[in-house]
């Protein structure tokens, strides 16, 4: 194997199996030509010479490693222009809108996260709604556990397209924000 950064995978590859494969078959070549055993002294030493002058030959005459070495270059700078959308993103108060949208910024505290308390209820539910209260604020867990079977359990039906229903609701919610 040679120095240079090759691997030692390379020089098994394209070394070391190819000189056992020519020895193993010289090796083989003297025992069914002389008539001896495999294992006999004759043909393991022919196949060892064959192995060694295969593997001094690939490694003596194989190949060189890279020949051309790679000059440094420095990478250059790329400049580019920024878009009218890109330059009024820079400009913005982002915190700002974002607040104004209602969202809170995080806050950096040490102290143990607050628990996430899901009190947003539903002022009224329509006859027709398609919005289910699963749960009552006083069931116990078999009560809840007894409604989410009697939920799982019930045939399926194809739910109606309610594409306008959607629509409505996103308008609706789009308001609400404004």
Do not use: C
């Given at each position: 194997?040679?120095?240079?950064?090759?691997?030692?995978?390379?020089a098994?590859?394209?070394?070391?199996?190819?000189?056992?494969?020519?020895?193993?078959?010289?090796?083989?070549?003297?025992?069914?030509?002389?008539?001896?055993?495999?294992f006999?002294?004759?043909?393991?030493a022919s196949?060892?010479?064959a192995?060694?002058?295969?593997?001094?030959?690939?490694?003596?005459?194989?190949?060189?490693?890279?020949?051309?070495?790679?000059?440094?270059?420095?990478e250059?700078?790329?400049?580019?222009?920024?878009?009218?959308?890109?330059?009024l993103?820079?400009?913005?108060?982002?915190?700002?809108?974002?607040?104004?949208?209602?969202?809170?910024?995080?806050?950096?505290?040490?102290s143990?996260?607050?628990?996430?308390?899901?009190?947003?209820?539903?002022?009224?539910?329509?006859p027709?709604?398609?919005?289910?209260?699963l749960?009552q604020?006083?069931?116990?867990?078999?009560?809840?556990?007894?409604?989410i079977?009697?939920?799982?359990?019930?045939?399926?039906q194809?739910?109606?397209?309610?594409?306008?229903?959607l629509?409505?609701?996103?308008?609706?919610?789009?308001?609400?924000?404004?």
């Open positions: 194997m040679k120095s240079g950064g090759e691997s030692i995978i390379w098994l590859a394209f070394e070391f199996a190819p000189a056992v494969i020519f020895g193993a078959a010289v090796g083989f070549a003297t025992a069914i030509w002389t008539g001896l055993p495999l006999d002294v004759t043909p393991v196949g060892g010479a192995f060694g002058a295969a593997w001094l030959g690939l490694y003596t005459f194989g190949s060189r490693g890279r020949t051309f070495q790679l000059s440094e270059f420095e250059p700078q790329v400049e580019f222009e920024r878009s009218p959308v890109g330059e993103l820079d400009e913005a108060d982002i915190v700002g809108i974002v607040e104004r949208l209602g969202a809170a910024l995080p806050r950096e505290t040490n143990k996260p607050e628990e996430l308390e899901l009190d947003d209820v539903l002022p009224t539910i329509e027709e709604s398609r919005v289910v209260q749960f604020s006083t069931d116990t867990a078999g009560e809840m556990q007894a409604r079977d009697r939920h799982l359990r019930a045939p399926r194809a739910p109606p397209d309610a594409t306008q229903e629509h409505d609701a996103l308008a609706a919610l789009r308001r609400s924000l404004r």
